[in-house]
């Protein structure tokens, strides 16, 4: 795989949706929360992606379980995509029975077992219940029960595969389309606008509107607001001095107009200047996972699906989702390594700001996970043959993952005697080696591994030999 082809409603009614399915999948809400289990579809994205080294796929699978059985079709579909045989073996033993749904989907139009009532569902609804940790194939079978009242575009097909959907969900909403009607009353506290709550701060003696929160998958949070970001204009007009309920009511107009608002980016300081689409959205006003809301794990699992789907396709928009998928699981819990992980992989391949993802790299180290490098690995001493895929680098060890092939590497950092970039061999490529100690026939000796990055930058390749002297 080459890094081109890589980088090629009711609100009320959707939470209440949520949780009705919730308690038909966990023994408690607090439960699933704690450890959500990985469902197959999203388990396949994680190992395609590639961006978790095999041990802490290992220990995710562990620590959460997984809802589904190691079938003979299931493992073929597991090592089609060259899943090492340790995360086959976590798979086998890690099953959580009772937390995959058992009421088999429904093609003949009878409700299936357990599925919520109500009328037909609307995209957000859908792409709300993925994003809160419900299963694709659960999602399926409320399709199957309620049908939907909208139609698919391939737009709309991949706002859904980007929140967790499957091939099988598209393909029964596409089976539904058109056979529900679209309500045309919209419920009490909504209106046409972006799902951002704001507030106004005095700063230096000037108000300043700033972003307090996004609902999920709303307009805003698709364009990549978090909080902290602070508002600078709407429509050409400057915010500041200006409360929080005007800038509010700037922001709402019709359903499907555009408003245009530049924003400094919290953290960075960047002016980003954004077009957004009016929708039909729940009151924003508070800040997002002030309640039942995703978990950790379903957001770095969601970040993940959006992450691959958006290199694949070059799509900034998609690439912002992740990013706002990110930073809320890192204030949801800012002391685990997996959010800050996959940021510094999406900052380096998405957004292509080195700077930035060395400093998620080191915080994901620093926590005890790794920093993420998409690599060449030579094999045939001047890289006339090579394969690509991952390298790994914690503050222990050093691991390279194939991503179309069974290679595997890993040392501990002791055993590497020299890591440095090349100066004859792949230079052309801004390569690097590491020379390691290996034992060989009862004998230790010193092998060279030569890697190049598959971006061709030198810079990276300094930053990767930086990380591995560095800790």
């Known amino acids: 795989m080459t890094r081109e082809s890589r980088q090629r409603s009711t609100a009320v009614a959707v939470w209440a949706l949520a949780v009705l399915v919730f308690t038909a999948l966990a023994h408690s809400s607090a439960q699933a929360q704690a450890n959500v289990p990985y469902d197959k579809d999203r388990l396949l994205k994680v190992v395609r992606l590639n961006a978790l080294s095999t041990k802490e796929i290992v220990q995710a699978i562990q620590r959460r379980g997984v809802s589904f059985q190691m079938t003979p079709a299931v493992e073929a579909e597991f090592r089609a995509i060259n899943t090492p045989p ?17 009421t088999p989907t429904n093609s003949t139009g009878r409700k299936p077992a357990n599925a919520p009532s109500g009328p037909p569902l609307g995209k957000n609804e859908i792409i709300t219940l993925l994003q809160n940790g419900v299963s694709a194939a659960r999602v399926e079978q409320v399709v199957e ?63 300043l509107i700033y972003i307090t929160g ?21 429509d050409g007009q400057s915010v500041i001095g200006r409360s929080a309920d005007t800038i509010v009511n700037l922001v709402r107009g019709p359903s499907g107009s555009t408003v245009s608002i530049k924003v400094e980016r919290a953290g960075t300081r960047r002016i980003d200047t954004l077009r957004i689409t009016r929708e039909v959205t729940a009151n924003a006003g508070l800040p997002v996972n002030s309640g039942s809301g995703p978990s950790y794990d379903d957001l770095t699992d969601q970040a993940t699906a959006a992450i691959a789907n958006s290199l694949a396709a070059s799509d900034v928009t998609i690439a912002n989702y992740a990013l706002t998928l990110l930073q809320q699981a890192l204030r949801l819990d800012p002391s685990r390594p997996t959010a800050y992980q996959l940021l510094g992989y999406l900052q380096l391949y998405g957004f292509h700001n080195i700077m930035l993802a060395e400093q998620s790299m080191r915080a994901a180290i620093e926590r005890g996970g790794s920093a993420v490098f998409y ?27 194939a991503s179309n092939s069974g290679h595997a590497f890993e040392t501990e950092k002791s055993k590497i005697d020299e890591a440095k970039l090349n100066s004859i061999v792949g230079a052309h490529l801004g390569a690097f080696h590491l020379k390691v100690k290996l034992e060989e026939g009862g004998k230790e000796k010193t092998r060279t591994f030569n890697f190049a990055p598959a971006t061709k930058s030198q810079a990276e390749s300094n930053l990767v030999v930086s990380l591995i002297r560095s800790y």
């Open 145 to 207: 029960a309620r049908g939907v009242d909208f139609q698919l575009n391939p737009e709309i097909t991949r706002e859904i595969m980007a929140a967790g959907g499957t091939r099988s969900l598209v393909g029964a909403i596409s089976e539904k389309s058109g056979s529900g009607s679209a309500s045309s009353n919209s419920p009490a506290g909504s209106y046409s606008g972006i799902g951002a709550g704001m507030e106004d701060r005095m700063v230096g003696g000037q108000s």
């Open 86 to 102: 340790s995360v086959l073996d976590a798979l086998r033993a890690n099953y959580r029975a009772g937390s995959a749904p058992t």
């Open 375 to 401: 690599v060449a690995h030579d094999d045939g001493g001047v890289f006339s043959s090579s394969c690509e895929g991952s390298l790994f680098i914690s503050k222990t060890s050093v691991s390279y993952k």
């Open 214 to 234: 996004t609902a999920p998958n709303s307009p805003a949070a698709r364009a990549g607001l978090v909080r902290g970001d602070r508002l600078v204009e709407v």
